[in-house]
Nanobody, 121 residues
Framework: QVQLVESGGGLVQAGESLRLSCAASGRVFSIGVMGWYRQAPGKQRELVATITSGGITNYADSVKGRFTISRGNAAKTVWLQMNSLKIEDTAVYYC???????????????WGQGTQVAVSS
């Protein structure tokens, strides 16, 4: 019924930039918090950044000042602008959103399939 589809990952050198996109599709009635998480090999999934429907943002300390999360006017799309990338930013990045499906009550948490970001020296 609802899908989150990510795009924009890739291989870059340290210091370069990437922009990730995530779009919600399907029977979306409303979306609350949207966010990005990442999981590096052998590590647990961790929060990168979140943004509320009102535009309030929250960032992991490790990305503050380098990454910017934003949402589209229709609020069904979220972006993550990643600047000054470091080798330690290498991970699979996952989009996350609290979504109320049309015709239902309450919201559920949805995840995208993940997009690989690799940063080389």
């Amino acid at each position: 019924q609802v899908q989150l589809v990510e795009s924009g990952g890739g291989l870059v050198q340290a210091g370069e930039s990437l922009r990730l996109s995530c779009a919600a599709s399907g029977r979306v009635f409303s979306i609350g918090v949207m966010g990005w998480y990442r999981q590096a090999p052998g590590k647990q999934r961790e929060l990168v950044a979140t943004i509320t429907s009102g535009g309030i943002t929250n960032y992991a300390d490790s990305v503050k000042g380098r990454f910017t999360i934003s949402r589209g006017n229709a609020a069904k799309t979220v972006w993550l602008q990643m600047n000054s990338l470091k080798i330690e930013d290498t991970a699979v990045y996952y989009c996350n959103a609290d979504i109320q499906v049309s015709g239902t009550y309450g919201s559920q948490e949805y995840w995208g399939q993940g997009t690989q970001v690799a940063v080389s020296s």
